[in-house]
C-alpha cells in the first residue's frame, strides 16, 4: 500500500511520539497525551509546509516521585531542558540541540542532525556519536518532526485551527476554544482538551502560520502526585536564513562512533544488600562508608549504541534511616557548568566542588573520564569526603 504524504506523515509521526512519549513521560501523562500527538505531529489533510525557521523551545516536568523511588528524597521534582532547533524544507533538515539542565551531574547536550539521506546523533557528555539514526524512517517533504516528542509544538501541519480541531474529533477527542493569548507578540488560539480523570491540554496555536507555540498538560491529582508538562516556544526567527551547514554534521575532536551492529539503551537496578558499594568496571568504589551503612539498591544506564554502563548509582542507607547516595556517569567531555551555589573544595580530589541545600548535602568531583556525585541527608561533609578519597577506578572494560 502506498500512502499519500500527509497519511505517511502522520502514521510515521505516530509511531515515533508514543515511542518517545513512553519512555520521556510518566504513566499518568499518557491517555490524556496520546489521543492527540498523532495530529499534532501531522494531520491526514494536505501538508501545510512550514517555511524554514529557528526557534528556542523551554520545558518543563514537574512531577511527584512514585512510592518507594529510592531516589526520590535526593531528586527535584522539576526536570528542564533548553532546545534549539533549525529546520529547512526542500528537503526537510533539521538540527536539534537538546540541553538538559538542573540535574548537575547528567546535565548536557544532545546533538540530532538530520539533512537528506543522513542524520547523525551526538552525546556531548560522553563524545559518542551515532550515524543513520533516521535511516529506517520516511518523512514527506515539509514534515517538521518536533524535537519535543511528547508535547509536539512548532508547526501543527493543518490548514487551520478548525482543520486540526476536527482532525481530534475524528479520533473520539473533545476540543474546544478555550481564549487566546499573546505569545511573542502573536496573537495564539488555545485549543484546550479535557480528560476523563481530571487531566487537562492546552495547545496555543498561532492560526496565521499554524504554528504550536506552547503545549501544556496538568495531569491532575493521581496516585504518584500532581503532574505537568509543558514545553513553550521562547524564541522565534520565522522564515530565517538558514546556514547549509548547520545540517552537516562534524565529528568533535575526541568522539567516537559507537558500534553499528549495536542499537537501543539498556539499564538495570537492583535493590540487594551489601556492605559496600558493588564494582563496576569503568567506575569508582569507595573503601569506606561509615559504620552502620549498607548498600540496599544499585542501577546502571546505557548509552545508545551498546550495553555498557554510562552511569551507575548506588544507595546506601542505615538503621536511622540516613542515606548516601553515590552517582557516577562517563564523562569525557568534562565537568558540568556549575552555578555560583557550588563552592571549590581544596583537597587531592580533581575539580571537586561542594553545595548544601534542602537538607541535603553534595559532593562533586572528577576522576579522569567519570564525575561522580555524594549526597547525604545524614552524614557530615566530612564523611563524603572521606568515602570519596577512597575511592579508586575498577579497571575498565573497552569502549
Do not use: N
Not at 58 to 77: I, Y
Not at 295 to 322: F, H, I, N, R
Amino acid at each position: 500500500m502506498v500512502l499519500s504524504d500527509a497519511a505517511a506523515a502522520s502514521e510515521t509521526c505516530f509511531i515515533m511520539c508514543i515511542a518517545f512519549m513512553t519512555h520521556r513521560l510518566t504513566v499518568a501523562l499518557l491517555p490524556l497525551t496520546a489521543a492527540t500527538l498523532a495530529i499534532a505531529c501531522a494531520s491526514d489533510q494536505e501538508l501545510a509546509r512550514p517555511p524554514a525557521f529557528y526557534a528556542e523551545v523551554s520545558v518543563e516536568v514537574e512531577l511527584e516521585s512514585s512510592p518507594g523511588d529510592p531516589l526520590a528524597r535526593f531528586g527535584s521534582s522539576v526536570e528542564r531542558s533548553a532546545i534549539r532547533w533549525w529546520y529547512a524544507p526542500g528537503p526537510a533538515r533539521w538540527r536539534w540541540e537538546i540541553e538538559t539542565v538542573g540535574t548537575v551531574i547528567d546535565d548536557g547536550v544532545l546533538l540530532t542532525v538530520a539533512g537528506g539521506d543522513e542524520s547523525w546523533e551526538y552525546d556531548d557528555r560522553t563524545k559518542v556519536y551515532r550515524r543513520g539514526v533516521l535511516a529506517h524512517v520516511r518523512f514527506p517533504d515539509g514534515v517538521a518532526v518536533s524535537p519535543v516528542t511528547s508535547a509536539p509544538v512548532g508547526p501543527a501541519h493543518a490548514a487551520s485551527v478548525d482543520t486540526l480541531m476536527a482532525s481530534w474529533r475524528e479520533r473520539g477527542a473533545a476540543p474546544e476554544i478555550a481564549g487566546e493569548a499573546t505569545l511573542l507578540g502573536r496573537r495564539t488560539q488555545i485549543v484546550e482538551l479535557r480528560g476523563a480523570s481530571g487531566g487537562l491540554m492546552r495547545a496555543f496555536v498561532d492560526p496565521e502560520r499554524m504554528f504550536i507555540m506552547r503545549w501544556a498538560v496538568w495531569a491532575g491529582v493521581t496516585g504518584s502526585g500532581w503532574q505537568s508538562y509543558q514545553a513553550e516556544v521562547t524564541a522565534l526567527d520565522y522564515g530565517a536564513e538558514i546556514d547549509a551547514a548547520r545540517f552537516i554534521f562534524e565529528p568533535p575532536p575526541g568522539a567516537r562512533e559507537a558500534d553499528a551492529e549495536a542499537g537501543g539503551a539498556c539499564s538495570g537496578s537492583s535493590h540487594s544488600g551489601g556492605a559496600s558499594v558493588p564494582a563496576e568496571p569503568g567506575f569508582l568504589q569507595p573503601a569506606y562508608a561509615p559504620a552502620g551503612y549498607r548498600t540496599v539498591g544499585t542501577g546502571s544506564e546505557s548509552g545508545a549504541g551498546d550495553c555498557d554502563p554510562v552511569a551507575v548509582w548506588a544507595l546506601l542507607e542505615a538503621a536511622d534511616g540516613g542515606a548516601i547516595l553515590l552517582r557516577q556517569r562517563f564523562r569525557p567531555g568534562g565537568m558540568p557548568r556549575l552555578d555560583s551555589y557550588w563552592r571549590p573544595v581544596v583537597t587531592g580530589l580533581d575539580e571537586a566542588h561542594r553545595h548544601s541545600g534542602s537538607h541535603v548535602l553534595s559532593l562533586l568531583w572528577r576522576d579522569g573520564d567519570i564525575v561522580a556525585l555524594l549526597q547525604s541527608d545524614a552524614v557530615p561533609f566530612e564523611d563524603l569526603l572521606r568515602i570519596a578519597e577512597s575511592a579508586s577506578l575498577v579497571p575498565a572494560r573497552s569502549r
